[in-house]
C-alpha cells in the first residue's frame, strides 16, 4: 500500500523557520517525483514546489521561491521542505503528492494526509 506521511508542521511566528518531512512507504520512492501542494483555509489547493526522482531539479511557486527549498533523501524514503523566512500567507494545511505521467497528462497519483503550518504572532 503507497502511503505517504507528513510531518513537522506547527505554529511559528512571522520570519520564523519550519522543516517539513514526507515519508514514503509502498513504492520505489526513488523512481518518482514529488510535489508539495498546500491548501489555505477557505480556498483551493496551491501548487508549492516539485522535485524529480534524483532530487536534482527543482521547482517553486513564485510566491515561495527564495525562501523554500524542496529537498529528497532516496536512502531514507523521504521529501523535506525546508521553509524559512514564514509569513502569514503561508499559513495552510501541507500536502505531499506523488506525481506521474498518464499517457502524457501529468497527475498527482497519492497524497498524504497533510499538516498544518500556521503562521502568526
Known amino acids: 500500500e503507497v502511503q505517504l506521511v507528513e510531518s513537522g508542521g506547527g505554529l511559528v511566528q512571522p520570519g520564523g523557520s519550519l522543516r517539513l518531512s514526507c515519508a514514503a512507504s509502498?513504492?520505489?520512492?526513488?523512481?518518482?517525483?514529488i510535489n508539495w501542494v498546500r491548501q489555505a483555509p477557505g480556498k483551493g489547493l496551491e501548487w508549492v514546489s516539485f522535485?524529480?526522482?534524483?532530487?536534482?531539479?527543482?521547482v517553486y511557486a513564485d510566491s515561495v521561491k527564495g525562501r523554500f527549498t524542496i529537498s529528497r533523501d532516496n536512502a531514507k524514503n523521504t521529501l523535506y521542505l525546508q521553509m524559512n523566512s514564514l509569513k502569514p500567507e503561508d499559513t495552510a494545511v501541507y500536502y505531499c503528492?506523488?506525481?506521474?505521467?498518464?499517457?502524457?497528462?501529468?497527475?498527482?497519483?497519492?497524497w498524504g494526509q497533510g499538516t498544518q503550518v500556521t503562521v502568526a504572532s
Open positions: 503528492a506523488r506525481f506521474r505521467w498518464v499517457e502524457g497528462i501529468g497527475e498527482y497519483d497519492h
Open positions: 509502498g513504492f520505489t520512492f526513488s523512481k518518482y517525483a
Open positions: 522535485v524529480n526522482t534524483a532530487g536534482g531539479d527543482t
